[in-house]
């Protein structure tokens, strides 16, 4: 999402992933760990029943307390899981790729197809697991209802940091910005240096274009952005807990 101009994006957005590995959470059955989205994202969970744009991999079955495995699958379980989600993966395939299909058509036919694949999900859990995948699923919701929430009000603060920069200002930040993405892209390039090495030099550029960026913001506008970076950055407060 958009909501300021490429000349005061934060150039430390992209330091962050590189050593941050951001993943969207998952409650389905992955190869992947199960990890809150970060502040920013706009997250598409997997959550039990939906399904994903490509197929599942086949990891080795994980134990039932393994936090990858929420629902505490069985190694059996865990099998026939996948199998159903991957037995509809075609249909999924087809709809998200079709060329003939408004996006609102799209969604209702994948969430059409989702509640085909649940009746089949559910039908290989016990009870007690179905309590659960309903009691994740209802947080994931919450999840997504937070999400959204902090993006419009990041994108409402960011329209209005916009609105109030002169012409000059944006000239000049889009130079500061142009002067440092190069410096940024040959330190992510640099294969000499570990990842570790990387974040710490390139939190030292960020430090030196957030000092140049506040030179050219009013006092209020640095005030704005500190707030917009604040909600970037405070982890969304959605329990974990089973």
Do not use: C
């Amino acid at each position: 999402m958009n909501y300021q101009p490429v000349a005061i994006r934060s150039l430390l957005r992209s330091a962050a992933m590189l050593a941050a590995g951001i993943a969207v959470g998952s409650i389905a059955l992955t190869a992947h760990a199960q990890t809150a989205p970060g502040p920013m994202t706009s997250p598409t969970p997997v959550v039990p029943g939906q399904l994903t744009p490509s197929a599942p991999s086949q990891p080795q079955a994980l134990g039932l307390n393994d936090p990858r495995n929420p629902l505490h699958l069985t190694p059996d379980q865990q099998r026939k899981w996948i199998a159903t989600q991957m037995k509809y993966q075609p249909q999924a395939q087809a709809i998200l790729q079709s060329a003939s299909l408004k996006p609102d058509q799209k969604r209702a036919q994948f969430e059409s197809l989702s509640k085909k694949v649940d009746v089949e999900l559910n039908a290989i859990l016990t009870p007690s697991q179905r309590a659960l995948k309903q009691k994740l699923m209802a947080r994931q919701a919450k999840l997504q209802q937070e999400v959204g929430s902090r993006n419009a009000q990041i994108q409402k603060m960011g329209a209005q940091l916009n609105g109030s920069l002169t012409a000059d200002q944006k000239k000049r930040l889009g130079a500061l910005s142009a002067k440092m993405k190069p410096q940024v892209e040959k330190l992510m390039a640099d294969k000499s240096l570990t990842p570790q090495q990387k974040q710490a030099k390139i939190n030292i550029l960020g430090q030196s274009y957030i000092k140049a960026r506040d030179q050219i913001l009013t006092p209020s506008q640095r005030a704005l952005m500190l707030k917009i970076q604040k909600l970037q950055t405070t982890p969304l407060n959605v329990s974990t807990a089973q």
